[in-house]
């Protein structure tokens, strides 16, 4: 079991840090990530908010509370980041880190329903 909690919050952490620094980035850099929104042919306005998003997302897996928000939290970060992947893949960009934020919170996901289960 304890093997369970290090990867657990090995594979947490190191998500949440990566999150925290993308919406870092989206903060302090708002005009060139505007800018990269719409040259991938997003709207440039989603940038705020989506960094927003992404810190409560990150509170949401820490806190784990309510279950329901946590489990949106999740999906949240799953739907952005297949999205992500997508969106670099067609512009024959590097996935690499899409792929290994997507290997994280999966990994987060699935050990973190034995090692903190979430409760109503």
């Not at 940038?47 to 999740?74: F, N, S």
């Not at 997507?102 to 329903?113: A, P, Q």
């Amino acid at each position: 079991m304890k093997i369970n909690r290090i990867i657990y919050w090995t594979a947490t952490l190191l998500f949440c840090g990566l999150m925290l620094y993308s919406a870092s980035f989206y903060l302090m850099d708002t005009p060139t990530v505007e800018n990269l929104f719409e040259e991938y042919g997003y709207p440039g306005y989603l940038v705020l908010p989506l960094a927003l998003a992404k810190i409560q997302g990150v509170l949401m897996l820490l806190l784990r509370k309510p279950a329901w928000l946590t489990e949106w939290a999740y999906a949240g970060f799953a739907f952005d980041i297949v999205l992500a992947f997508f969106v670099h893949f067609q512009a024959d960009e590097d996935t690499t880190t899409t792929l290994v934020a997507l290997i994280l919170l999966l990994i987060s996901y699935f050990f973190g329903k034995s090692v903190r289960p979430l409760y109503g």
